[in-house]
């Protein structure tokens, strides 16, 4: 129990520091580790495999309406990034810029990609000549580069992993439902892989993407009250088009420019799973994205046969679920809060008298319930358990949004319910850029989204009175 009780005391209560917990529980699950390169990390294989199962569950939901996956060079020409001027200016304070090629000061410098709309314009441009050559319904998986100032693990760092869909139709509607689409998609993954609700909705024109003419996004609630921007889906209608001349021939033997879209998830998905789930004891992990759903702890385990049983339980299991055997020299305790710390879903415990008794002890790391189950009703149990526990997560975090949003009226209300609470403010606005500069600058507060699905609090903006156009969700973000 020493090892236990030191290793729990490695985490940084979330209610005494909560940036400090974050830290203390990617470091000590061993999701990342820090390099020589400022900005940037490691993700080490407990992280990385939380990665792969979102982009692999990503990715097929992707393909089942349509999308292909291609790649483009991580160089863009500065002569071609400057194409779409608002693009560029969005973009310009975080570029990287390459200048020498070997000892050879290049002709024309280069930034390593901070997204790839101005590459895939210029490949479009070339690739798309008639009606019948669309939709393009492409998507790569990269890394990107951005120069961030202030950077945290996953959250935001200088380079990053990410997905990036871009794509070509031929008219504005088509372009409008795949935009709409894709959003529908991320906010379904988020909800039923990640068990963390979001609200759906557009962002203001001060807060949308560069060179997009409408951005569609989902917000989400950390467990500190912040929001964070989980996924985007941009629609830059003929914009871009015509910066490159992306024309094609349409049926009636016009030419015609196409109408495109963007989309994109990154890592801070997994920055997101830690805040909206974790706890005192390290991570807990949503089954359906959690590389190791159920964890085996043999009891005594150089007592004859305890092993092997717990071998056998894994054989058993193995087929349906992840599961893995801590065989370690370790003890139990340690081994129990190890299991913790990584957010194992399932913890099953075995030793001497559980395999005399023909039965185990599975706990749940979301609730830390205790359940005694026969060793032949093992992988029923622990199939329920799973779908019990994904279902519980979404609920809980769905709970504690709804605890932690808020209704303000006036300006009087609005800036009292920031100053004593934490979460999204739901308040009616002018639709002015004015009043949510008076905002940020005032409360440090930015707007999160115009949601879908509209409310009606008042007549009038909450910053400068005048009235309402749209009830806009507000917070601290990350």
């Not at 120069?147 to 992993?161: A, D, H, N």
């Not at 957010?343 to 005694?372: L, N």
């Not at 009703?377 to 622990?382: G, I, N, R, S």
Request: aromatic fraction near 10%.
């Amino acid at each position: 129990m020493a090892d236990n009780k030191k290793m729990v005391e490695a985490i940084t209560s979330m209610d005494v520091d909560f940036a400090q917990w974050y830290t203390d529980v990617v470091k000590k699950a061993e999701l990342v580790d820090y390099t020589s390169v400022k900005g940037c990390m490691v993700i080490k294989p407990a992280g990385y495999a939380i990665w792969e199962l979102i982009q692999k569950q990503l990715d097929a939901r992707f393909k089942e309406t349509g999308v292909e996956n291609v790649y483009l060079p991580m160089f863009i020409p500065e002569s071609l990034l400057q194409k779409e001027k608002d693009h560029v200016e969005g973009f310009a304070p975080e570029v990287a810029w390459v200048t020498h090629g070997g000892m050879q000061p290049l002709q024309e410098r280069m930034c390593v990609r901070p997204t790839s709309e101005t590459l895939f314009c210029d490949f479009y441009a070339n690739d798309i000549q008639s009606y019948r050559d669309l939709p393009k319904v492409y998507n790569q998986w990269c890394s990107v580069v951005r120069w961030e100032k202030e950077t945290r693990p996953f959250l935001r760092s200088r380079e990053f992993l990410w997905q990036e869909g871009h794509t070509a139709h031929a008219t504005a509607e088509d372009a409008e439902a795949r935009t709409v689409q894709m959003l529908n998609l991320y906010a379904d993954f988020c909800e039923e892989v990640l068990a963390i609700p979001v609200i759906k909705g557009q962002k203001t024109e001060k807060e949308k993407f560069a060179g997009a003419l409408a951005t569609y996004t989902i917000e989400a609630l950390m467990h500190d009250g912040k929001a964070l921007q989980s996924g985007t889906s941009h629609n830059f209608g003929d914009g871009f088009a015509k910066a490159f001349g992306i024309q094609y021939t349409d049926k009636d033997n016009t030419l015609k420019h196409v109408h495109q879209t963007s989309w994109g998830m990154t890592t801070r998905l997994i920055g997101a799973i830690i805040m909206v789930h974790g706890d005192n004891e390290g991570l807990v992990l949503p089954p359906r994205v959690a590389p190791t759903q159920v964890c085996i702890v043999p009891i005594m385990q150089k007592k004859e046969g305890v092993l092997d049983k717990a071998y056998e339980l894994r054989d058993l299991l193995k087929s349906n679920f992840r599961v893995k055997v801590d065989d370690s020299d370790k003890s139990p305790g340690f081994k129990f809060a190890e299991a913790e710390m990584r957010g194992y879903p399932v913890r099953v415990e075995i030793g001497p008298k559980d395999i005399e008794a023909g039965k185990c002890v599975i706990v749940r790391r979301d609730t830390r319930e205790k359940i005694e189950v026969a060793l032949g009703d093992l992988e029923a149990k622990v199939g329920e358990i799973l779908e019990t526990m994904q279902v519980e997560m979404l609920e809980r975090a769905r709970a504690h949004r709804e605890e932690h949003t808020y209704v303000a009226k006036n300006f009087d209300e609005f800036q009292r319910t920031f100053a004593e609470k934490t979460g999204f403010v739901k308040a009616m606005w002018c639709g002015e850029q004015t009043c949510e500069d008076v905002i940020k600058e005032k409360l440090s507060v930015t707007s999160r989204c115009m949601p879908f699905q509209q409310e009606q609090i008042s007549d009038t903006c909450v910053c400068c009175g005048r009235p309402a156009k749209k009830m806009v969700y507000w917070g601290k973000a990350y």
